[in-house]
């Protein structure tokens, strides 16, 4: 009472509450339910009213609330029914996990009088919770050498549940090698072990798969799978074997600590952990190996102490390989310990020469030198060597002596010479090493050919060329020396036309510029083919040919030719016939020519170049057709005379003219009437034959049979003109048909365009040409071909009636006297 006294009044009225409530419920006791878990939210759990004694009326009236210490509230009170429910989803694994009973215990406060009522709420387990591994698949190994009754702890499962809805009892799928055994803890978990039933043969099986099932006891029950696979591991009947049965190793004695000087290897044939090899060292007291460390998982054999060759010149270590189960095999690592090397290799040379030849066979002997070491052991070994891919070698003899030899012939044009350097290189670590230089010229033998720059030549020369002219140079190399490639060019001679080849062509013979000795004539050849000889000064000489194609370009020097008309052996005057009828473009005649050019130089146009009547007569720029270029009048002259030229397109272009009669009459008696006024006689008996002509013309054209006469002597005219032309033609045979157009097509216009018929045997006066349209030559237009002649083709005197015998032969060629 003294307590209370010295406490302030707030504190006083807390503690009498305390006091009171700790009275009633001695004399009250606790309100017990029980509800399941994972029921509704608002789920009936008990009757706090009834519990009481109140009405729940009264109960709200006494401001009945739940009072809990800072856990989350799990239950509430119905006001209107006094009932205890659940405020939310309950989860008893999460409250409780593995206890068991799980309980919540929580107080009922009544306000008005501070009553406080103790409540206890027992949460009962369902079977919401299915068994789990740990792991869902489990790999295991086992040996083939397990003896039957093996036993393999596996993985537990959990349950998160109690009682009856936890983890009853396990199950293994049926096999042939293993059985299931579940035992029982102190904690009273169930713990399965794997035990083998039958003998493993990884040969047969090597892995087997298998299932364990987890079963709780729940309704329905609930199950979890773990998967197991069992690797069946190989005997370890394979013991660890090195790679050396002995290993040698020398390190300088100066090598600092800390160094790895080699690294011993053992493998074993065995796999997995039969085959996990770790090394060990012997220690024997005897042997100074306190020097050395050695790696149990790597085999690495470090220094970790300081050598001394002058203490111990070889060191011993036993090492010992052992896999996992413990089969172990032996070898030995003898450690050689080398002086240190300070003196490099030192060079004596006996003899040597400066030049050999390239045809020197394989094996010849270049030097002769001797190495020595002043040093000991292997840092006296001395190794020479060469660089690589020169034709030597060395050859070792006795003493350290050693010969600088040739692997193969030599080739000058390749290698004019060497440089050769000879490496001494001593034994020791460092190594050092001296460098011998000796120098070798390689003489040359003339083993070359002359070989020209190009496979063939060809070379071009324009006609009319001067004599002495440069064509062509050519050259050809030697990879020789000195007079080994000396070349001198020659020609191989022949016989061209007749004439050697000497005297068209020539080639200095030091050069090789090729030289016209004559003018060439493209006209008489157009191309030469030569060959050039390239041939060196050795002895023997030897040499190579190259083709050369020598073309000869055209130059305009030939004028044109006229072929027709042509100019009359007899001194007369060629007439051509117009008659006063002929429409404008009129075929009168057509000038004929060719170029023994080619080529541009053989295009030829045609012009008139003077007419005794301007604009009466037009001639075609390129078929030289003269046609009358208007009407023909009366008052036009019988005699019209005309010269027409014709120019090739060469440069500079070349013509050549030609002079026409032309006589303008519409028959034979016209022409005859005025034959005097052509030309004049001064013969009398000229005057009476030319009267007598007369007379014979008109009898012949009355009368039938005369008619027959002259068509037969006009057939045998036209032969003997074929053949004349075929004579003429042979001056042309040589020269090539692409040179001018249509030599051919000349000569049948030739022969179609007009026929003679020699009337007297002497026509000195005049020769009288009477035109018919050519049907054949390919160089009259199409157009003069469709026009209608009152003067027909010969054919037509075959048709027509006496009447007509006189225009008619107004398209014969008449020789007058």
């Known amino acids: 009472m003294a307590v209370l006294q010295k406490l302030p009044q707030h504190r006083k009225l807390v503690l009498l509450y305390l006091l009171s409530a700790a009275l009633w419920e001695a004399g009250v006791g606790q309100m017990r339910y029980s509800v399941s878990e994972e029921i509704d939210k608002g789920s009936f759990v008990g009757n706090i009213a009834k519990d009481l004694g109140l009405e729940p009326l009264v109960l709200a009236e006494r401001g009945v609330r739940i009072v809990s210490r800072g856990r989350t509230q799990l239950f509430a009170l119905n006001p209107q029914s006094g009932s205890l429910v659940t405020a939310g989803r309950i989860d008893r694994e999460e409250l409780c996990a593995q206890s068991a009973p799980c309980l919540v215990n929580f107080n009922i406060l009544l306000e008005d009088k501070l009553t406080i009522y103790s409540v206890e709420v027992e949460i009962t387990d369902i079977n919401d919770n299915a068994p789990r591994f740990g792991v869902e698949e489990l790999e295991l190994k086992i040996s083939e050498t397990t003896t039957p009754g093996f036993r393999i702890p596996l993985k537990s499962a959990h349950d998160a549940d109690v009682g009856e809805n936890t983890l009853q009892k396990y199950e293994l799928n049926p096999n042939d090698h293993f059985f299931l055994d579940v035992r029982s803890g102190a904690d009273g978990n169930k713990y399965p072990e794997l035990v083998l039933e039958r003998s493993l043969d990884r040969e047969e099986e090597a892995v087997h798969h298998l299932v364990l099932i987890a079963l709780d006891g729940g309704n329905p029950t609930r199950s979890g799978t773990s998967r197991i696979r069992v690797m069946v591991l190989d005997a370890n009947d394979n013991a660890p074997v090195f790679t050396q049965p002995e290993y040698h190793v020398s390190v300088p004695e100066n090598v600092p600590v800390g160094t790895r000087i080699l690294t011993v290897t053992a493998t074993d044939a065995d796999e997995g952990y039969n085959a996990q090899v770790a090394y060990f060292q012997e220690k024997t007291p005897a042997k100074p190996s306190e020097a050395f460390e050695l790696k149990s998982a790597s085999g690495d054999i470090t220094i970790i102490k300081n050598l001394d060759y002058e203490d111990a010149k070889f060191h011993e270590i036993d090492i010992e390989a052992q896999d996992g189960p413990g089969l172990l095999t032996r070898t030995k690592v003898i450690v050689t310990v080398l002086d240190v090397n300070d003196n490099a290799p030192e060079f004596y040379m006996t003899t040597a020469t400066s030049s050999i ?25 001395i190794t020479c060597s060469l660089p ?12 350290n002596y050693h010969r600088l030899v040739t692997t193969r012939a ?87 036309q007749g004439a050697p080849l000497s005297s068209y062509i020539s080639i200095n013979s030091d050069t090789g510029v090729l030289y016209a000795l004559r003018s060439f004539d493209y006209e008489q050849f157009r191309e030469l083919q030569l060959w050039v000889t390239a041939q060196d000064s050795g002895s023997p000489p030897l040499s190579s040919n190259v083709s050369l194609s020598l073309f000869v370009l055209d130059q305009n020097d030939n004028t044109p030719e006229i072929l027709y008309p042509m100019l009359p052996t007899d001194g007369s005057t060629g007439v051509e016939l117009a008659p006063r009828s002929a429409e404008p473009g009129y075929l009168v005649t057509k000038v004929v020519a060719v170029d023994r050019d080619s080529g541009q130089n053989a295009w030829l146009s045609y012009r008139l170049l003077k007419a005794s009547e301007p604009g009466l007569f037009v001639v075609g720029l390129h078929t030289g057709e003269v046609r ?24 500079p272009p070349l013509s050549a003219t030609v002079t026409l009669t032309v006589a303008v009459a519409d028959s034979i008696p016209d022409v005859l009437e005025e034959l005097g006024s052509l030309e004049p006689s001064t013969n009398p008996d000229d005057s009476s034959l030319t009267l007598y002509l007369v007379v014979a013309v008109t009898t012949v054209s009355c009368i039938f049979l005369a008619f027959v006469i002259v068509l037969l002597a006009l057939r045998l005219r036209r032969w003997h003109m074929s053949r004349l032309l075929q004579a003429s033609g042979g001056g042309l045979a040589g020269m090539p048909t692409s040179h001018f157009v249509g030599v051919e097509g000349v000569r049948a216009f030739l022969q179609t365009y007009s026929h003679e018929v020699s009337l007297t045997a002497d026509s000195r006066k005049s020769h009288l040409i009477f035109p018919q349209p050519n049907y054949a030559d390919t160089l009259i237009s199409q157009e003069s071909c469709e026009k209608n002649d009152l003067l027909s083709a010969p054919q037509s005197l075959l048709e027509d009636k006496g009447e007509e015998t006189i225009p008619q032969l107004g398209s014969e060629v008449l020789h007058l006297t």
């Open 357 to 381: 030849s390239e045809d020197s066979p394989p094996g010849t002997i270049i030097a002769l030198f001797n190495v020595h070491d002043r040093d000991s052991g292997q840092n006296a070994f």
């Open 410 to 496: 030599l080739d000058r044009e390749e290698f004019s010479s060497y440089n050769i350097t000879v490496t001494a290189k001593d034994g020791g670590s460092p190594s050092l090493s001296t460098d011998a230089h000796i120098l070798l010229q390689v003489a040359d033998i003339n083993d070359n050919p002359p070989t020209f720059l190009h496979s063939s030549y060809s070379a071009y020369i324009p006609e009319n060329n001067p004599r002495g002219a440069s064509i062509i140079s050519v050259k050809a190399h030697d990879p020789d020396s000195d007079h080994n490639a000396h070349v001198t060019y020659s020609l191989t001679e022949y016989t061209f």
């Open 628 to 651: 009358t270029a208007r009407a023909l009048l009366d008052r036009d002259a019988l005699k019209q005379s005309l010269v027409v030229a014709v120019q090739d397109h060469g440069q």
């Open 388 to 399: 690589e891919d020169i034709p030597f070698k060395l050859e070792r003899s006795v003493d």
